[in-house]
């Protein structure tokens, strides 16, 4: 039984506290344990790595943060003018890097369109065909597990979506990915050519659900959000002055040429419902008094709960760190 009073304010911050306890966080580890003098933040347009790149400032002052804008061929227009507003505003000299060649030289953009055709027979990114993935909607009402679908939109504005096989779904996944380990690469090497250190901007709702991509956007020498839910992420926005065209764009994956926002492509909730819903899960509230407090039913409620149990669970592999086998005892003669 949870001694929590569970209400729709549990997950409001002291955002000064949190702002001086994070910065006093990156200080300490990239500073001291990493010898470390400033910080680099890939900076995306969006509102988590808005927010870390207005507490590396804060941590190292402009001129040892740096602002990386990682660009490639199916990237939004309105990401970089966003990213650059962000530096603009914290007084930060961006970067820009596109990472559309090194994505053609991988091979990313052709195996993955390969693995459409074999959905869509017709999809031509060349002939204006756009794509994406997404997974089914109205987890709260229909319940059902996470299987993905590829949906794409036709050169004349149509859409149509099917269900996409295990090899198809694997293939586009795994050429996708290439974009976050490019502009993981990137990054250090913006980092490593200053001996300073990549700075994290993956929220609680990221890391701990696995949406992210091993060695890509999850390679960083320091996580300083993993701890805080998104909608805790709003609140620092607003705290640090974040811009206000970042705190109202909707939260979205950029990855496919198609526009996508993260809860069609894995979340399947709101954040402002399921941060609620975890917290209460996590601190073991009773679910009649949840769906009171939420307006919900006890079943919306448990299916909430085991959609992040289940996402947490085959997604764990991503947080492990790669096993070291122990040196053998020595023979005894």
């Given at each position: 039984m949870s001694s929590?009073?569970?209400?729709?304010?549990v997950l409001d911050l002291d955002p000064a506290r949190e702002t001086?306890?994070?910065?006093?966080?990156?200080?300490?580890?990239?500073?001291?344990?990493?010898?470390?003098?400033?910080?680099?933040?890939?900076i995306s347009g969006g509102i988590d790595?808005?927010?870390?790149?207005?507490?590396?400032?804060r941590a190292f002052g402009?001129?040892?943060?740096?602002?990386?804008?990682?660009?490639?061929?199916?990237?939004?227009?309105?990401?970089?003018?966003?990213a650059r507003e962000l530096a603009a505003t914290y007084g930060v000299t961006p970067v820009l890097e596109n990472i559309t060649a090194a994505l053609e030289g991988f091979d990313c953009y052709r195996r993955r369109?390969?693995?459409?055709?074999r959905v869509f027979p017709e999809f031509a990114a060349a002939a204006g065909y756009k794509a994406k993935i997404v997974l089914p909607p109205d987890l709260l009402a229909k319940g059902t597990l996470n299987f993905f679908s590829a949906t794409i939109v036709k050169p004349d504005g149509g859409t149509e979506t099917r269900a996409l096989g295990p090899r198809e779904f694997l293939e586009i996944v795994a050429a996708s990915n290439l974009?976050?380990?490019?502009?993981?690469?990137t990054l250090y090497y913006q980092a490593e050519s200053r001996n300073y250190a990549v700075i994290g901007t993956a929220n609680k709702n990221e890391h701990d659900q696995g949406f992210f991509v091993k060695y890509g956007d999850g390679g960083a020498d320091i996580q300083p959000i993993a701890h805080l839910f998104k909608t805790?992420?709003?609140?620092l926005a607003r705290y640090l002055g974040v811009p206000e065209a970042i705190q109202k764009r909707t939260p979205t994956t950029d990855t496919y040429s198609a526009p996508?926002?993260?809860?069609?492509?894995f979340y399947r909730l709101p954040f402002a419902t399921m941060d609620l819903l975890w917290f209460a899960r996590d601190h073991q509230v009773p679910r009649a008094e949840v769906a009171q407090v939420m307006g919900l039913t006890e079943v919306e409620v448990q299916r909430a709960f085991d959609d992040i149990t289940r996402k947490q669970r085959t997604t764990e592999y991503l947080r492990l760190l790669p096993p070291v086998l122990p040196a053998a005892e020595p023979i005894s003669r």
């Open positions: 929590i009073s569970f209400s729709k304010n001086e306890r994070i910065v006093s966080f990156i200080q300490q580890n990239v500073r001291q344990t990493m010898r470390r003098s400033g910080g680099v933040v890939g790595s808005a927010v870390v790149l207005a507490l590396t400032v402009p001129q040892k943060t740096v602002g990386v804008m990682i660009p490639e061929r199916d990237s939004d227009p309105i990401s970089e003018t966003l369109d390969a693995a459409i055709r974009k976050q380990r490019s502009r993981m690469s805790q992420i709003y609140q996508q926002d993260q809860q069609e492509f």
